[in-house]
């Protein structure tokens, strides 16, 4: 069992700024795939970014250019950093990482951006 909290969310003016954190209750040193998912009201949850072992990263074409995933390993933590936040930006955001092939997901943490 692995328990994943997610917190740094809040109210946003558009332009702005916030960095999530998502940490882990084991290591993530060796878990190769962690992710931020998004889910805004009557809309699927959707992928935001993913950061491998390798930090190799990946991003939705809609956030290219302003989120960056990070993974801090010392402290079983994962980072998203986002700017330039738009109001299609609100959702809840949740972390998820992959063990011995099952998902394990956060609470959520809710960002809402205003115009």
């Known amino acids: 069992q692995v328990q994943l909290v997610e917190s740094g969310g809040g109210l946003v003016q558009a332009g702005g700024s916030l960095r999530l954190s998502c940490r882990a209750s084991?290591?993530?040193?060796?878990?190769?795939?962690l992710g931020w998912y998004r889910q805004a009201p009557g809309n699927q949850r959707e992928l935001v970014a993913t950061?491998?072992?390798?930090?190799?990263?990946s991003y939705a074409d809609s956030v290219k250019g302003r989120f960056t995933i990070s993974r801090d390993n010392a402290k079983n933590t994962v980072y998203l950093e986002m700017n330039s936040l738009k109001p299609e930006d609100t959702a809840v955001y949740y972390c998820?990482?992959?063990?011995?092939?099952?998902?394990?997901w956060g609470q959520g943490t809710q960002v809402t951006v205003s115009s």
């Open positions: 950061i491998t072992t390798g930090r190799s990263t």
């Open positions: 084991r290591s993530i040193f060796s878990i190769s795939d």
């Open positions: 998820r990482l992959t063990l011995a092939r099952r998902d394990y």
